[in-house]
């Protein structure tokens, strides 16, 4: 296939077929082994529906097709997030199944930015663009990097009282609209409302959210989708428990035919019934998935080459009311009375000073709060069940070996009996103050055996910041910024992970759900000047709401 002056010249043997698909396309001559030249128009606002077109006839070696995009910001895409941006735009349905961190957020910002015009008028093709995503990377991920790679969009958060909610969706035209998936099932009418004329791209990212068909999330996205629009599913696990995981995922973008509807029948299409209650794979299921989830595409870090060594990103997660409350006491009177979350006794948690009060609220905000100092001390457990499911849906996302790096003893204990509890002994250890050199060192050999069963290591960052190697695993989640403030604390803790080695590219997950942790998090990353004052910052925090903390401070 070859460019020249706005067409796209190449041979096919089944002209008809190309007339049918695209009926403005030129047949120019033909030889006689039936091989016809063709041309079709590969200006604006052709370009993307000729090149769908062609793809559905299964041609090969389409150019790329943003190819004339402009970058209008600093940020430039890496080799592999062009190729993304291609598939993007090559299918009208389609999936992302990259590794977590390679991206891809960029990568449909980008392709979304292209079909919106990118800066010109003469090539849109659509009207907007939807993106669904779990609360917690509303803010953290997609609002941030299309400010970052798009400033010329605007963008709206749909996120707060069901009657903000409606009011952003019925108010000024915006280019992209970012909802959680729960938020959208609120408002379902609105967004009816605002889809009903123009096309829409729907970005749903981490679709395992929609993995069964059954659900009002799924239900109330299969609706609203139109036959026109553009649908990107990102997941980087889309059949984390079972072949089930991929039903709801599949029927939204592959318009084969060949998905049934009916769970039932897809359960029997995937799965063997080997008792009364117990079903498995079979044995091509393999297959099966591959040819279902389609289109799609997928890099391993391994295989982005140009991606930098570690990458970072955050993750908003929700205080729970009981949290909320206590922080907040906390802050006005240095004592509070707490019901503990699992015994429901009532217990006094103190603070003598404003330093010691930063620690209280940390420790709050982590789930588990020590009562009293020394040797022995008491702790209280709170309910932080949302930062609890965000860790597993990072780990679930990574499949590779994860660290996370706990601040205190109390928390990483109450995150070890979780962890058993789910998966077994065998899944999960941990490394802090109290553990032995000799136990240390034999944890840290098992957790390198990347054939183990020990997939998750629960870590104290002072306890793991010098000597230890920890290249098994590529991806770390700070379940809250480090205790001690310390800039050194946080890069020796990653640099576990970043180290010689270390074969893949290293994702760096921050937990923040508190302003608290906003302003440690930026301290420790060099974001504010190390000369500022430990008073400075807990004069800041203890004057400020927990609600409003986390916007300060970003």
């Known amino acids: 296939m070859k460019v020249y002056e706005g067409h796209l010249l190449f041979r096919t043997k089944r002209p008809t077929a190309l007339i049918e698909k695209i009926p403005n396309a030129n047949i120019l001559d033909s030889n006689a082994s039936g091989v016809h030249a063709a041309a079709v128009r590969w200006d604006h606002p052709y370009r993307v529906p000729n090149a769908q077109a062609l793809a559905s006839l299964r ?55 292209y079909l919106l015009g990118n800066n010109s008028a003469k090539h849109k093709y659509i009207d907007r663009v939807i993106v669904v995503a779990p609360l917690s990377i509303l803010k953290a991920a997609w609002e941030n990097d299309i400010y970052a790679c798009t400033p010329h969009r605007s963008v709206n958060i749909v996120h707060g009282t069901n009657r903000k909610r409606l009011e952003m969706l019925s108010g000024r035209r915006t280019d992209f609209y970012v909802i959680n998936y729960d938020g959208l099932t609120t408002v379902e009418k609105a967004v009816a409302e605002l889809t009903k004329s123009g096309v829409t791209a729907w970005i749903i990212d981490e679709s395992t959210n929609v993995k069964n068909t059954a659900t009002r999330r799924w239900r109330c996205i299969n609706k609203l989708i139109q036959p026109g629009d553009f649908v990107q599913l990102l997941s980087g696990s889309p059949t984390i428990q079972s072949p089930m995981d991929a039903h709801g995922q599949a029927l939204l973008v592959n318009n084969s035919g060949e998905i049934p509807r009916s769970k039932t029948a897809w359960q029997v299409k995937t799965m063997v019934q080997v008792d009364r209650y117990r079903w498995i794979s079979r044995t091509n299921v393999k297959s099966i998935l591959f040819d279902a989830l389609q289109p799609s595409i997928r890099f391993s870090k391994k295989e982005c080459l140009d991606l930098p060594p570690v990458t970072f990103s955050e993750r908003r997660v929700a205080l729970t009311k009981q949290q909320k409350k206590t922080y907040t006491e906390m802050q006005k009177q240095f004592i509070v009375e707490i019901e503990e979350s699992k015994t429901g006794q009532s217990k006094t948690l103190t603070s003598a000073n404003a330093a010691g009060m930063v620690l209280k609220l940390l420790q709050i905000v982590t789930g588990a709060a020590y009562l009293n100092t020394g040797e022995a001390r008491e702790t209280v457990e709170l309910d932080c069940a949302p930062r609890i499911r965000e860790l597993e849906n990072v780990i679930q996302e990574s499949q590779t070996k994860t660290v996370v790096f706990i601040p205190f003893r109390a928390t990483v204990a109450m ?140």
Not at 80 to 95: D, F, G, K
Not at 472 to 486: D, I
Not at 500 to 529: A, F, M
């Open 59 to 113: 041609m090969k070696n389409i150019p790329d097709i943003a190819d004339d995009y402009v970058f209008s910001s600093s940020r430039q895409a890496y080799t592999h997030q062009v190729a993304m941006m291609n598939h993007n735009l090559l299918h009208r349905r389609s999936l992302n199944l990259s590794e977590m961190g390679v991206g891809k957020t960029s990568a449909h910002i980008f392709s979304s930015d």
């Open 415 to 554: 995150l070890e009996r979780h962890f058993i509890e789910k998966f077994g002994k065998q899944y999960v250890k941990t490394i802090q103050g109290g553990v032995s050199l000799k136990e240390r060192s034999a944890t840290v050999e098992e957790f390198s055996d990347k054939d183990s069963p020990l997939k998750l290591l629960l870590c104290n960052p002072q306890a793991t910041s010098h000597g230890l190697s920890l290249t098994t695993a590529s991806v770390a989640v700070w379940f809250a910024p480090p205790s001690n403030h310390s800039a050194e604390t946080w890069t020796q803790a990653n640099a576990r992970l970043d180290r010689p080695g270390q074969t893949e590219n290293v994702s760096i997950v921050r937990l923040s759900g508190s302003g608290i942790e906003d302003q440690i998090y930026r301290r420790v990353e060099g974001k504010v000047s190390q000369q500022a004052t430990l008073l400075q910052l807990y004069e800041s925090l203890i004057r400020t709401p927990v609600e409003e903390a986390a916007q300060v401070s970003r």
